[in-house]
């Protein structure tokens, strides 16, 4: 048997950076979207005899870990089946495949993603046979084990717009956004997330004792870390609420369309940009370019760095605008993917590429 699930991936609609925390993860709040371009990933599993397992990682990127490599316990798809196989007390025989299409350290959170798909597909491929269809996890549990892969892993166990706290890893399903033409620039740096909270937690941690030159540290105190995490919340909640509430739509405003307008118009931002941005001068300029457009009707309707980068994205009202910001960036040079928002019922319904069975083999 095998299974293929595409493995989508994420952007984050504004990113609010709190406190860093004893654990040594940051508190965040953020708007994760879901959006269809995607990896594959292929699990299959086969009984053993006795107890003991296998786990095989294959990838066609050698940027993955895998076992070819030599550190495929690193890899996050790899990681959540491991546990799952552990907690249900599953002996088989698992081979896991990544067709990496998604670039690797993008802020796409691609590589949780794939643990998510892992889970995913080796869920279908346990049920199917009716030695383990007993053993499944319940939502909780899976919820569990994939905050315990990484932060960005439960929120594609949700899929659509999701709210997350936390360090990311505490996640809420949304009233989802209308899908929307999402363009995507693809920079070919990679941007190191736990570098991205350092240089963060660099400019805005005072040094301790007295040093000269303090004028060029900015200070952000717990206090004001945290009441930044409260102001994205509220901003969220308005906007989110926005077409129910009695606010008066603007004149030629799309109710469809409106609470991204709305959430638009509150201002929400990516705090990593300030950090990213300065490491690497090449990105603030693809955002510009994801943005404007010398007609506004082509213009985005909001454009950002998604996580830690060093992938951006814009939003668009229309193909055609979406169409027009990919070729701006293909005159600059730089790679880029058109694709769309996408949903939760979307996200689930088309999330099973193909399941297969052996010939000969009975359910
Ligand atoms: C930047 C984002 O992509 C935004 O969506 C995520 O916060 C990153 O999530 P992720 O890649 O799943 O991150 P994890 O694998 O959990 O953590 C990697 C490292 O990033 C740092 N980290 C991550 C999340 C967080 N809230 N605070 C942190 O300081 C920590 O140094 C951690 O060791
Ligand atoms: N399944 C995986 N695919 C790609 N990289 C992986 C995977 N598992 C672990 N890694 C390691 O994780 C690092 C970050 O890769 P990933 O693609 O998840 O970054 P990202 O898109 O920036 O994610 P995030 O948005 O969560 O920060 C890679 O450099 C790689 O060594």
């Known amino acids: 048997m095998s299974t293929t699930v595409r493995s989508y991936c994420k952007i984050n609609l504004g990113l609010a950076i709190g ?23 292929t699990v299959s599993a086969a009984p053993v005899a006795g107890r003991k397992r296998t786990l095989t990682l294959t990838s066609n990127d050698a940027r993955v870990p895998s076992t070819a490599t030599g550190d495929a316990e690193r890899n996050t798809a790899y990681k959540i089946v491991e546990k799952t196989l552990q907690v249900t007390e599953i002996a088989a025989d698992v081979t896991i495949h990544i067709e990496k299409r998604l670039p690797v350290q993008g802020g796409l959170g691609a590589g949780s ?26 939502g909780p549990e899976k919820l569990l084990l994939a905050s315990e892969v990484g932060s960005d892993v439960p929120l594609f166990l949700i899929g659509g717009s999701v709210l997350g706290v936390g ?6 399903p949304l009233p989802d956004l209308p899908a929307m033409p999402c363009v995507l620039a693809l920079p070919e740096v990679g941007v190191s997330t736990p ?57 030629g405003e799309d109710l469809a369309e409106n609470p991204v ?41 909001y454009a950002a ?17 979406a169409k027009a910001a990919e070729q701006r960036l293909t005159e600059h040079g730089i790679r880029s993917l058109r694709t769309e928002t996408l949903p939760r019922g979307q996200y689930w319904s088309s999330m099973v590429v193909e399941q297969s069975t052996p010939p000969g083999h009975k359910f």
């Open 19 to 41: 406190p860093s925390r004893a654990d040594g993860y940051h508190a965040l709040t953020t708007l994760y979207q879901t959006v269809a371009a995607h990896d594959l990933v």
């Open 113 to 138: 993603a794939n643990a998510a798909a892992a889970l995913v597909a080796l869920e279908r491929e346990l049920s199917a046979r009716p030695e383990w269809a007993a053993a499944g996890l319940s």
């Open 167 to 172: 360090r990311g890893e505490e996640v809420y």
């Open 195 to 251: 570098q991205a909270f350092r240089d963060w937690d660099a400019l805005y941690t005072l040094p301790a004792g007295p040093a000269p030159g303090m004028a060029f540290y900015k200070k952000l105190t717990h206090l004001q870390a945290s009441d930044k995490l409260s102001q994205l919340s509220r901003a969220l909640a308005s906007a989110m609420c926005e077409p129910h509430s009695s606010g008066v739509l603007p004149v």
């Open 261 to 301: 307008l709305a959430l638009v118009r509150t201002g929400i931002e990516n705090d990593f940009e300030e950090v990213v941005f300065r490491q690497h001068p090449s990105l603030g300029p693809i955002k510009r370019i994801l943005a404007d457009s010398s007609s506004p009707e082509q213009s985005a309707l």
């Open 305 to 321: 760095l998604s996580g830690s980068g060093s992938a951006l994205f814009g939003l668009y009202r229309t193909e055609a605008a």
